[in-house]
């Protein structure tokens, strides 16, 4: 059995210094994460596939998407340069817009969720939840208007800029992963809560967009759009209607400035006992890079799987990815659930980026369809990284301090994930005519570091075997 040292609190009841929320009452954060998922995650396969498929018939190919296997758009012995040359330029033209427009929202989210991890703190998470959601149903808004109209594709990236100075993705997830500390004693019951949570969102998305493969199979967009916006309209309501405060709200009535903006980064600078800053500085990295390595890779991917060699069709790109996210993420729930019994935290983590490292450099390789499930199973722990480090970061704060901590890490690992778009776009779109799977090979690399992080982690909890004294946080 493992030591209890993973379930005791780092900061005594003291340090807290606010009424925490009641944790007897059970809080509906995982159906609040179902339908802003369902919403959230099914607007993304129709902006990858209607930006590909605008793209195709610029250059008069048409259904490009929706092709049988044995008619795969990519160079055959038998094909003529031409259509070498035009498909590469649709791969690369399409490739180059992706990337750029998920930079758009990702790069702009990072200074708002910073200032809302503060204002979350002070007016609450459900003020900061509505917000984003406003910000999504705008964007959702201009997409409908630019499907409907056939106006231009880089009217899209307007609607990029809202959601991301709304706070977007990261700035739901902050709000989120914060109420859930709110309602949740540190320990290996919060990692397991916020696995629930995490894996919940997760779920959503490989299933919702497992039935938007289909919907948009024979280039459908306007109505799924239409669906989307009402989903979040509902979500909207649901959070005003059923989701309780939960944050602790203290200084109310102090007035903003820049010192809120900088207290997300005063757990990585000043000094603290125990060596809490090297442990979640470490920890940052450790999401940083493998939301740059993990979460980055989705829209490059999906080209990678259009292609020869692997040539497959549209639908069946989807119902790769949404079982992979499905079984990565059951898996994580599991192996947390079943791990926490034996071990500590840290030891799931090496497990869990050893995972992902391995699976990512197998996938750089995978030039048959066999290979590319086999990525699916040596990768099946790679899900564990994320909730268990958060878990391991929101346990050494206080409860009026999760706000700022989380905000913090969805900053900086928005921010790394991206570059890493830009990046990994670039690099795919030089490499695609020569080696495609060199931007994976890339990831591989990432997150092998990551694994020496994680070891090096490892080794401090370790030789201090968690044994943390009681100590005053700096404010």
Not at 198 to 208: D, K, M, R, V
Not at 359 to 374: D, N, Q, R
Request: glycine share 6%.
């Amino acid at each position: 059995m493992a030591t209890d040292d993973a379930t005791t609190p780092l900061l005594n009841p003291s340090a807290r210094g606010t009424k925490r929320f009641q944790l007897s009452k059970w809080t509906p954060i995982e159906v609040l994460v179902l339908l802003y998922f369902l919403a959230a995650s099914c607007i993304l396969p129709v902006q990858q596939y209607y930006a590909i498929t605008v793209i195709a018939e610029q250059h008069n190919v048409s259904n490009f998407i929706n092709h049988e296997e044995k008619k795969c758009h990519s160079p055959s012995t038998n094909s003529s340069n031409n259509e070498k040359t035009v498909v590469d330029k649709i791969e690369e033209e399409s490739s180059q817009f992706l990337m750029y427009l998920g930079f758009c929202s990702t790069f702009l989210s990072v200074i708002p969720i910073l200032c809302l991890g503060s204002i979350s703190d002070r007016l609450g998470r459900k003020f900061v939840l509505c917000f984003c959601l406003a910000g999504l149903l705008l964007k959702e808004i201009i997409y409908i208007i630019v499907i409907h109209f056939h106006l231009s594709l880089y009217i899209l990236y307007f609607a990029q800029v809202i959601e991301g100075l709304t706070g977007g993705f990261g700035g739901m997830l902050m709000a989120v992963f914060g109420m859930t500390a709110d309602v949740t004693e540190p320990g290996k019951n919060r990692a397991f809560r916020l696995s629930v949570v995490e894996g919940t969102a997760s779920i959503t998305f490989s299933l919702a967009t497992l039935g938007m493969g289909y919907w948009i199979k024979y280039g459908e967009f306007y109505f799924p759009m239409i669906f989307i916006c009402v989903v979040t309209i509902l979500t909207i309501a649901f959070c005003v209607l059923f989701i309780p405060e939960t944050s602790p709200m203290q200084g109310r009535n102090e007035t903003f400035g820049l010192v809120y903006f900088f207290k997300c980064f005063r757990f990585y600078v000043l000094p603290s006992p125990e060596g809490r800053r090297r442990k979640l500085t470490a920890s940052v990295f450790i999401l940083a890079l493998s939301g740059a390595a993990i979460l980055a890779r989705s829209s490059t991917l999906t080209l990678y799987l259009l292609k020869s060699p692997i040539c497959w069709t549209e639908v069946k790109v989807q119902i790769f990815m949404s079982v992979q996210t499905f079984t990565n993420w059951v898996a994580a729930m599991i192996v947390v659930r079943i791990l926490h019994v034996f071990t500590q935290d840290y030891v799931i983590l090496v497990i869990g980026t050893l995972s992902a490292a391995s699976a990512s450099v197998l996938l750089a390789f995978a030039t048959k369809g066999w290979l590319v499930y086999l990525f699916v199973i040596v990768g099946i722990c790679t899900a564990t990284v994320f909730p268990t480090v958060r878990a391991m970061m929101s346990r050494q704060c206080t409860a009026a301090e999760q706000g700022s901590l989380f905000a913090s890490v969805a900053s900086v690992e928005l921010l790394f994930t991206a570059f890493a778009q830009l990046t990994y776009g670039g690099v795919y779109k030089a490499s695609v005519s020569f080696y495609p799977g060199l931007v994976f090979l890339i990831m591989g690399g990432v997150l092998f570091l990551v694994l020496l992080i994680s070891i090096a982690l490892f080794r401090w909890m370790r030789k201090e075997n968690l044994n943390i004294q009681t100590w005053q946080v700096i404010n």
